[in-house]
């Protein structure tokens, strides 16, 4: 069975600055995808990026990219020029692509992110 | 696009009874899947519901059952009410139970407490 572990229950970062945030997973297949949720006290799940296994690049949205080691199973978001509103817990979630299995996702516990003005 | 909606926000049960939570997807989405959120955990996946039939199951009791509508819309169903069921219920909404390659789409959760 798939898992999905985040160790930082509680980060904090200045704003306009720069945090990371871990995300450990373990898996046998080979074709998966990787996500980081964001979600807000209004509790609506968010995507804020997300990772096929099968590429090699790092993905990046913005302010967001990742850094993706397939070998460690390491999944790390990083958030530049951090905003007050992206406070908000973030969950990270692994997804399987093989064939005939559901898309159901598999989360991680979170992390809570505190942007300090 | 109204997004996915679930109804009610918020829910008081007293314990044993029955309650039922409802979604309805994203326009044009015709697979929902259910979560559970418990306090301080990431969700946990209920089941998933494809042209009406549940797809597949997560590790939760038979206490908690579904069904989707010709619509797609979709209701949870939760029996004999425990204090550990209280929880934010997510719903999910995406196309296609089988593809792989499609984005799931959350709503705002009914947020249920067990008393």
């Known amino acids: 069975a798939q898992t999905v572990t985040q160790s930082q229950p509680e980060m904090s970062v200045q704003e306009a600055e720069t945090v990371t945030l871990s995300c450990t997973y373990d898996?046998?297949?080979?074709?998966?995808?990787l996500f980081w949720y964001k979600q807000p006290p209004s509790r609506q799940m968010i995507l804020v990026i997300r990772q096929e296994a099968y590429k090699q690049q790092n993905a990046t949205e913005n302010r967001f990219s990742v850094n993706f080691q397939k070998a460690a199973k390491s999944f790390s978001l990083k958030i530049s020029d951090s905003q007050l509103g992206d406070a908000a817990m973030y969950f990270c979630?692994?997804?399987?692509?093989?064939?005939?299995?559901?898309?159901?996702?598999?989360f991680g516990t979170g992390t809570l992110l505190a942007v300090q003005p | 696009d109204a997004g996915v909606t679930q109804s009610p926000t918020h829910l008081i049960k007293t314990r044993g009874q029955q309650v039922t939570l409802r979604c309805s997807p994203k326009s044009g989405h015709d697979t929902v899947s259910w979560y559970q959120q418990a306090l301080g955990q990431g969700p946990q996946f209920i089941f998933q519901?494809?042209?009406?039939?549940?797809?597949q199951r997560g590790n939760f009791p038979d206490r908690f059952s579904g069904h989707q509508f010709p619509n797609y819309s979709s209701e949870l169903n939760v029996n004999a009410l425990l204090l550990g069921d209280s929880a934010l219920y997510l719903c999910?909404?995406?196309?296609?139970?089988?593809?792989?390659?499609?984005?799931?789409?959350f709503g705002q959760g009914t947020r249920l407490t067990v008393v």
């Open positions: 898996t046998s297949e080979s074709d998966y995808y």
């Open positions: 979630a692994y997804r399987s692509a093989h064939g005939g299995a559901t898309n159901k996702l598999i």
């Open positions: 519901y494809y042209e009406e039939e549940e797809r």
């Open positions: 999910a909404s995406q196309t296609g139970a089988g593809a792989m390659n499609t984005e799931a789409f």
